[in-house]
């Protein structure tokens, strides 16, 4: 497999002067003066505390990824925001709830991937209060990272909304390593796609899907691997059934069918067993960069020809929505799926 697979966890924070507060009232502040000579994590360390000094020890927060100020879109510079201030309001002692609480939290979050989530939407499957938004800019010309705005939604009463922010100064070589990261945009998938994913049909024919690495390492759903690890992927099917398995490479735009392959000898139809893909000495590798990788076991009753596509790696969104359509045209009752996530960590 020459890619990695992935599906998106969108890793969420705030980046800003992130006032979270209780009050319905809305509150704004001023902006800041360029921060010359503070580090990131020392700005946000000082937002995080900020935040601890006007929440109710009691109150919870989930951060969401932080978005560019021109673009909806989640980008990595958006993920590792998020994590840096996930940390630090951690450190800070705020109650910070993990996004990965299982697939169905991870599937919903999909939904929201390309336009800005649903943040009410979404606080049902994370069990928390509040949920942290922010945008920031990228400075080319000051060669600095501002952090612009941030919101605080609850699940009930009004949004809360802090204008203002700061301007970090990057420090020599980080800005290189911020513009990296923002050129990564991770959801470039239809809205027919995104709705495939978090769909399972409702023939329930698989279960089990799970990471073996090559030294024998159980890795489960929403576990992590390093980068450069061999592995197979297994799923355990109850009934005979026509078998597929999907997968995105790290943008979300590229979609691939990864099983089965005639040119290996495998097809489709399966018996009832565990089933390990790739299939013989042949293993799968995870890649960089880092990201939330998963893949789709799909099981129909019928066969709808889909085959592995090798390096024909199908960016053409008309040509996914086809292959979903494929699927979704037998009917809830003539297929089932079920997906496995991890992390791909550098």
């Known amino acids: 497999m020459k890619r990695s697979l992935s599906c998106l966890l969108v890793f969420w924070t705030s980046a800003s002067i992130v006032l979270v507060s209780c009050s319905p009232s809305r509150a704004t502040v001023r902006p800041t003066a360029t921060t010359s000579g503070v580090s990131l994590d020392a700005e946000m360390a000082k937002l995080a505390r900020q935040v601890k000094a006007r929440l109710p020890d009691t109150v919870s927060v989930v951060v ?10 989640t980008t990595q510079l958006g993920v590792y925001l998020a994590k840096k201030f996930s940390n630090a309001l951690f450190r800070a002692g705020v109650r910070v709830r993990s996004r990965e609480l299982g697939r169905v939290a991870v599937e919903e979050e999909m939904k929201y991937t390309v336009d800005r989530p649903d943040a009410r939407e979404l606080l049902k499957h994370f069990q928390a209060d509040y949920a942290v938004m922010a945008t920031y800019g990228l400075r080319d010309g000051d060669c600095a990272l501002e952090l612009v705005e941030v919101a605080a939604v609850p699940t009930t009463g009004s949004e809360l909304d802090w204008a203002g922010g700061c301007l970090v100064k990057a420090e020599p070589g980080e800005f290189e390593h911020w513009a990296g990261l923002e050129s990564r945009i991770l959801p470039n998938m239809s809205r027919k796609l995104k709705g495939f994913l978090t769909e399972d049909g409702s023939w329930d024919v698989l279960e089990s899907p799970r990471m073996v690495t090559k030294d024998g390492a159980q890795i489960p759903s929403n576990g992590e691997v390093v980068v450069g690890t061999f592995h197979k992927f297994w799923v355990k099917v109850k009934q005979s059934c026509h078998l597929y398995v999907l997968g995105w490479d790290q943008t979300n735009s590229i979609m691939t069918v990864l099983f089965p392959d005639p040119a290996r000898g495998e097809n489709s139809f399966t018996g009832v067993g565990d089933f390990c893909i790739p299939s013989g000495n042949v293993y799968a590798h995870a890649i960089p960069p880092a990201g939330y990788n998963g893949v789709r076991f799909v099981a129909t009753k019928s066969d709808i020809g889909l085959r592995a596509t090798g390096q024909e790696l199908q960016s ?13 045209s037998l009917g809830p009752d003539a297929w089932g799926a079920v997906t496995f996530s991890c992390w791909i960590k550098e």
């Open 64 to 73: 969401f990824n932080f978005t560019p100020q021109t673009t909806s879109q």
């Open 316 to 328: 053409d969104p008309t040509v996914q929505d086809a292959m979903v359509d494929k699927i979704l």
